[in-house]
């Protein structure tokens, strides 16, 4: 379904559904399947995802632990057993008016879930959860087919998977939700350890989506936090956009809420704030840990196990990084200004979170030492333009000085114009960047006199080579002073007093110090 169509539908909804209602009773199916047909691509994540989804139900969502099965790699038969099993616990509940959510995450077609060799057709499972006596029916399905950069889940060409929900008689109410429209892939991907559907409706459930602040995720608010999440990551994957869809027939004007942020029963919790304006990643432990939740530029609160996090929070020039510490039933926030400010450079060259590459430009003093014996030293200027991609930068480099030397009876300028391609190696450390770089490009001589007699101009061409070391210091925002030194090895043609000529290696020492600014 498009976006505005969706859109507009929960926009009704909101206005027809004057109150907030929990079911009484809930049953939870989870299923997560790494393991597919024999011609399909293993995934890393499904059953992680599938693992996130049950510790969410059960610590914000109201399902106990006998109330909900996880299953991680098992049979149809299995899943279809303990589908029954729910709706007979629902069927035997006096005036039940709980709710059945099935979960799904794991490769499927056009015919059905593929479940390792088994499969589970789609409309048997459609079938068993239309047909649950619980009040409200929930069916997620994060699953698709095709593999690539992402890991997207499944790798063989099908016709288009869809699943929509039907009109049926006598039913209270069914949502269907999957991950990608029925042309689509649903991805993977290493960064978040994840799907990027059920990455943010997770992030969803546990407060990111929680747009009223009234301490309860309701399955609107949680669909469209998911949805503009996989949208916005998926936009920048190598397989392209993905869009997650709905079905939603629920009679009645209540909304149906998932979780409920106030109310922790099951799990010792705190409250992790977090302000508007950026785009925060919450990891557990450390950087390299398990993404916890992501926020949408909004201010959010997160209701997280107790521990120590890492954050991430992204803007439009740099990132902050830093910990955070949830306790139990208590309130903590982060503060910007207690995090280390990142520039993207820095990351482009560490394989961090950043854009692919970041240009800037160079501009400052430089001092070469006399390329003959009695010339004095060359004082001028240099400009760059640089792009830094990971791991490395490549400058290209314009610079211009002037040197000389006088004697008694003859007074010498001479100037230098020299372009340089410059590529240079960078360790990105806490507040300085070092690097070595290696320099190559023309420099052009023009030399006049100043003499009784006759001395005319001479103008030279030469290669020149330069070795350098460097040291990068952020400074404020975009900016950075930059520092280098090294030496110039210069190939030309020289000639003497006869009028000789001969190849010449002169060699100098050169410093260049400077302001950078990087976008």
Same mark, same amino acid.
């Not at 629920?250 to 302000?275: C, F, H, K, S, Y």
């Not at 910990?323 to 400010?341: F, H, I, K, P, Y």
């Not at 009695?374 to 004082?379: L, V």
């Given at each position: 379904?498009? &976006?505005?169509?969706?859109?507009?539908?929960?926009?009704?909804?909101?206005?027809?559904?004057?109150?907030?209602?929990?079911?009484?009773?809930?049953?939870?199916?989870?299923?997560?399947?790494? #393991?597919?047909?024999?011609?399909?691509?293993?995934?890393?994540?499904?059953?992680?995802?599938?693992?996130?989804?049950?510790?969410?139900?059960?610590?914000?969502? /109201?399902?106990?632990?006998?109330?909900?099965?996880?299953?991680? %790699?098992?049979?149809?038969?299995?899943?279809?057993?303990?589908?029954? &099993?729910?709706?007979?616990?629902?069927?035997?509940?006096?005036?039940?008016?709980?709710?059945?959510? #099935?979960?799904?995450?794991?490769?499927?077609?056009?015919?059905?879930?593929?479940?390792?060799?088994?499969?589970?057709?789609?409309?048997?499972?459609?079938?068993?959860?239309? %047909?649950?006596?619980?009040?409200?029916?929930?069916?997620?399905?994060?699953?698709?087919?095709?593999?690539?950069?992402?890991?997207?889940?499944?790798?063989?060409?099908?016709?288009?998977?869809?699943?929509?929900?039907?009109?049926?008689?006598?039913?209270? %109410?069914?949502?269907?939700?999957?991950?990608?429209?029925?042309?689509?892939?649903?991805?993977?991907?290493?960064?978040?350890?994840?799907?990027?559907?059920?990455?943010?409706?997770?992030?969803?459930?546990?407060?990111?989506?929680?747009?009223?602040?009234?301490?309860?995720?309701?399955?609107?608010?949680?669909?469209?936090?998911?949805?503009?999440?996989?949208?916005?990551?998926?936009?920048?994957?190598?397989?392209?956009?993905?869009?997650?869809?709905?079905?939603?027939?629920?009679?009645?004007?209540?909304?149906?809420?998932?979780?409920?942020?106030?109310?922790?029963?099951?799990?010792?919790?705190?409250?992790?704030?977090?302000?508007?304006?950026?785009?925060?990643?919450?990891?557990?432990?450390?950087?390299?840990?398990?993404?916890?939740?992501?926020?949408?530029?909004?201010?959010?609160?997160?209701?997280?196990?107790? /521990?120590?996090?890492?954050?991430?929070?992204?803007?439009?020039?740099?990132?902050?990084?830093?910990?955070?510490?949830?306790?139990?039933?208590?309130?903590?926030?982060?503060?910007?200004?207690?995090?280390?400010?990142?520039?993207?450079?820095?990351?482009?060259?560490?394989?961090?979170?950043?854009?692919?590459?970041?240009?800037?430009?160079?501009?400052?003093?430089?001092?070469?030492?006399?390329?003959?014996?009695?010339?004095?030293?060359?004082? /001028?200027?240099?400009?760059?333009?640089?792009?830094?991609?990971?791991?490395?930068?490549?400058?290209?480099?314009?610079?211009?000085?002037?040197?000389?030397?006088?004697?008694?009876?003859?007074?010498?300028?001479?100037?230098?114009?020299?372009?340089?391609?410059?590529?240079?190696?960078?360790?990105?450390?806490?507040?300085?960047?070092?690097?070595?770089?290696?320099?190559?490009?023309?420099?052009?001589?023009?030399?006049?006199?100043?003499?009784?007699?006759?001395?005319?101009?001479?103008?030279?061409?030469?290669?020149?080579?330069?070795?350098?070391?460097?040291?990068?210091?952020?400074?404020?925002?975009?900016?950075?002073?930059?520092?280098? /030194?090294?030496?110039?090895?210069?190939?030309?043609?020289?000639?003497?007093?006869?009028?000789?000529?001969?190849?010449?290696?002169?060699?100098?020492?050169?410093?260049?110090? %400077?302001?950078?600014?990087?976008?």
């Amino acid at each position: 379904m498009r &976006r505005s169509a969706f859109c507009a539908t929960i926009a009704a909804l909101a206005v027809a559904a004057p109150s907030v209602v929990l079911a009484a009773e809930r049953v939870a199916v989870i299923m997560g399947n790494n #393991v597919g047909a024999t011609d399909e691509t293993e995934l890393r994540y499904a059953e992680d995802d599938a693992e996130r989804i049950q510790r969410v139900l059960h610590d914000l969502g /109201g399902f106990g632990a006998e109330d909900m099965v996880l299953l991680r %790699g098992e049979s149809t038969e299995t899943a279809r057993r303990a589908i029954i &099993r729910a709706n007979d616990r629902l069927r035997n509940e006096a005036n039940s008016h709980g709710t059945l959510i #099935v979960y799904y995450s794991g490769h499927a077609d056009q015919q059905g879930l593929h479940l390792g060799a088994s499969r589970f057709p789609l409309e048997e499972l459609e079938a068993l959860v239309r %047909g649950s006596p619980a009040r409200t029916r929930i069916l997620v399905v994060d699953a698709c087919r095709s593999g690539g950069l992402t890991r997207v889940k499944g790798h063989v060409e099908a016709p288009p998977f869809d699943i929509r929900a039907r009109r049926s008689e006598g039913s209270e %109410g069914a949502v269907f939700l999957t991950s990608s429209a029925a042309n689509e892939d649903a991805q993977e991907s290493d960064e978040l350890r994840g799907s990027f559907f059920t990455h943010y409706l997770v992030s969803a459930l546990v407060g990111a989506a929680d747009s009223d602040g009234d301490g309860r995720v309701t399955l609107s608010e949680a669909y469209a936090y998911a949805y503009e999440g996989t949208l916005r990551a998926s936009s920048r994957s190598v397989v392209g956009l993905q869009h997650p869809t709905f079905s939603y027939e629920v009679r009645g004007r209540e909304e149906i809420v998932l979780t409920n942020l106030a109310e922790q029963t099951n799990r010792p919790a705190g409250q992790l704030r977090l302000p508007a304006g950026r785009r925060y990643l919450v990891i557990r432990d450390g950087p390299e840990g398990s993404v916890m939740a992501e926020t949408d530029g909004r201010a959010s609160r997160l209701i997280l196990p107790p /521990g120590r996090y890492f954050v991430r929070g992204r803007g439009d020039r740099d990132l902050l990084e830093g910990t955070a510490r949830v306790q139990e039933g208590e309130a903590s926030s982060v503060e910007e200004d207690r995090l280390e400010r990142v520039a993207y450079a820095r990351l482009v060259r560490k394989g961090g979170d950043a854009p692919t590459t970041v240009a800037g430009v160079h501009a400052g003093y430089l001092f070469r030492t006399g390329l003959w014996p009695g010339f004095n030293p060359c004082h /001028g200027i240099f400009a760059a333009y640089e792009t830094v991609r990971r791991g490395f930068s490549l400058m290209g480099r314009i610079a211009a000085c002037r040197s000389g030397y006088a004697n008694a009876t003859l007074t010498s300028t001479a100037d230098e114009l020299s372009f340089q391609f410059e590529g240079a190696h960078v360790w990105d450390l806490r507040f300085v960047s070092p690097s070595l770089g290696l320099a190559l490009g023309p420099a052009f001589f023009h030399q006049t006199f100043v003499t009784r007699g006759e001395a005319p101009i001479q103008n030279a061409l030469a290669g020149v080579l330069t070795a350098s070391a460097g040291v990068e210091i952020p400074l404020v925002g975009r900016f950075l002073l930059a520092g280098a /030194g090294g030496a110039n090895v210069y190939l030309l043609k020289q000639r003497d007093a006869a009028g000789r000529t001969s190849l010449s290696t002169p060699v100098s020492f050169v410093v260049r110090i %400077g302001l950078v600014a990087r976008w």
